[in-house]
Structures are given as C-alpha cells and as structure tokens.
C-alpha cells in the first residue's frame, strides 16, 4: 500500500485497516513454525501494525536536557514542580504529529501520559500535578486521542509505575527511585489506590485505548487483577510485560539485551524500542543522534524476526518535534517505502541459511536477504543454499543485482556451490540497511529445508 492508499484508507475507510480480516487470497503467508503465535482476537491489530511512534513529553522537555532530569541532575522536588509554572506548548498540534507519523509509514502511536516524574498529561483528577493546572489549561491526550480515532489510528498509553511526586510511592533510592523525600509518607497500599484510578481514568474517559504500556514497575510488585480489570474496560487491549505480570508481550529496549539481538525469531509477540536520541527519550538541546544506517538496521534486524518496532522521537517545549528529528524520520520513511514489502506481512526463514550476518524473510516464492549488519564487502554467500533465483533485485533502488551458485575458492573445504548474491552497491549506499528480493521459479521452501536439516530456528522468549 502506498503513502497515498494508506492516507486515504485511514482517514475514510468504515473498517480500519486494523481490523480488516486478510481474505483468503491475501498475500500473507499462513502462520507457521516460525512466526510466534497469534492472540486469534482483536489484539491481532498488534502484528499488522509492526512500526509505530513512542513520543516522550513532559516537563523535563522545558530544559531538554533528559526526560530522568529530576533523578539524573539530582534535582529536589520542590524544584523540580516549579516547571508546571512554565508549561505552555502553544505550538502543539497533534494532526502535526499524526501526518508526520503516517508519511514515515508508522501506523499506531504509543504516548507518555505520566512518566517517573509523576507529571500527567490528562485531566486527572487524582493530582494536582496535571496539564490543567499550568498556563496552557488544556488536556493534551484528549486532543492527541480525538486525532487519532478520527484518523483510526491505534493509540496506545504508556504509565510509569514509579512515581517521583506523589508522597505515598515508596521511593527509597533504589534504581530510578529518588532518595526519601521531605513529606513523604510510603504507603504502597494508598498509592497502588491512587495508580488504579488514574489507569480507570485513562481507560474509561478517552474512548478506544489499544495498548498499555506499564514501565518501571521498581518494587516488582504482582497483581494480575490489575491488567485483568484494564482488560474489562477496554476489551481487546494489548498490554506489555512491564506490569504487574507477564502481560502479553516483551519489551526490549535500545540495544540492551543480547539475547534479543541474537534470536533468529521469536517465541512470543515483541515489540523493539529505541529513541533517535543517544541520550534521551524526551528532547534534548544537545542531543546525540543514531545514524540514519544503525537506525534501518535496527528497524529491519526486528521487524525481519516477526516482531514489532516502536521508535521513539521527544517534542519541543512548545510542542513541535525537533527539526533534526523531522528530518531523520523523513529519510528512515524513504527508505522504509522501499523495503517494506521484506518487512511486513512476511515469515523470517534466517534458518535456512548459516550466515549470521545477514537474516531472510520469505512471501510465498520471494525470499529477502536482510543486511541487518556490516557486511566486509559487496558479496553475500547464504550457504547451504545452492538454487538460483530467476531474478535478485536490490530494493533500495530497485534495480537487478548478480545472483549465482559457485564453488567459490573460500568453499575449498566444503567442496559445495553456494547462492551468492554480489555486485552490491555498499560504498555508494553506505548510509543505507541493503535489501535484497530473491524471485524463485518454484516454491524455495523444501529445498531450503532439506539443506538445512529443517533445523528450528532460535528464538527468545523475553521476559524483561
């Protein structure tokens, strides 16, 4: 679907492409040994969206320098709350945000509604320490989730745990804790109380809510009631395991779990996040950013392993995303449209071949090479493959590429002709996760796994 379908789609269509149901005839292979299971539900929304956009904002953004600045700068909290003096994005604009979002080719957003500093985003009528009572007065998630259900577009809600302001949250200096504070008075019962009906709130008032986000859950507490009762009053939703259980998917985050990073697949729903920002989440003035390359890599290195991908960007204090930003997004969505079809809606088959440095996806006869990471030169072997495909096309620009089966001198031991696909363009594309789409005349399948062995691929069951 192009920019234009999809635009149009959202925005007019009586079914949203969320809950379209495949007819028989689509495109989309069948779910097999290798793709995790599905939830057979409504949370199915969940593996059709696959890329979406994790915003980061609050207070911390009026000095933009990290959205943990109340714990990371050792600030008191009697200073830290000043900042709601100062609130005032004028320029906040959320269709802004949504157009923005849709041109890249993410399709459901994931919002910071009160992050550790205990600062919230809605109308909550449990603190005083809200968007209202600022000099901008306005409920930023009721427009932000107006927006998106005029457009379809699935929001999702991300809620911390631990909480720096309210005085009953136990906070006592343990990891993303503040030290005991002057006025505290920890009392985890009253605050879970407090936790319950803020998330009643925000499940209850804001119309359709597709996804929870909890994070940092610091005292590892456990209640499955909790996220039972979320699903009550929002039928359908899609919760992390940041929780109060395992919820009903994992969560690994920047480039911090190796487990995650090796797995060839994985064993149940996932979803990948990661910031523009080296240093922050929320925006910050001096901020460090990935380059363009590590960024499609990352995308393609999880959305290839069946999973999804959340990449997150922080607003200005006024409410705009950084222009730095805008323009990262711009180009990932460029090239994001032109490798799409290897990303979504397909199987990852990375078993079929022994080379690790690159992973495969395959749609019905079509198999795609992954260049999820340095490669030495401009030659990929995927051994044991030895068929030729009728055609190889390099998807970045969309022009035909060598393809062969050889003994090439390095296979001497094994005496065995590999697949190579060679000729590739990696110093003038050096900015660039490469692509590559292999056309079979038949079905690559059987072959593929009686060269392999029908060795199962690796997975990762995370639990993080």
Known sequence: MNRRDFLVRSACAATPWWAATPSPSASAPAAR??????????????????????????????????????????????EYVRLAQQWNPHRFDPSEWLDLMQEVGMRYLCFTTKHHDGFCMWATKQTPFNVMNTPYGRDILRMLADACHRRNVPLCLYYSIVDWNHPAYPNQGRHHELPPQPGDQPDWGRYLQFLKAQVQELCTEYGRIHGFWWDMNVPEYRDPTINQTIRRWQPGIIINNRGFDEGDFGTPERDYDASAGAALAFARPTEACQSIGMESWGWRVNEDYYSLRHLQRSIAAYLARDANYLLNVGPMPDGRFPERAVRMLRAIGDWFRRVREALIDVEPVSHWTTNRNVLLTRRGRTVYVILHKEIPGEAVKLPPLDFRPRAATLLNTGRPVPASVELLPSDHTTQRPVLRVHGLPVDELAHEALIVRLEFDQDPEPRAQAQARIQPPRRAHLEL
């Open 33 to 78: 040994a290798t793709r995790c299971p599905r939830f057979g539900d409504p949370r199915d929304w969940f593996f059709q969206a696959r890329f979406g956009l994790f915003v980061h904002w609050g207070l911390y953004a009026i000095h933009g320098f990290h959205e943990q600045e109340q714990w990371r700068a050792r600030v008191p909290r009697h």
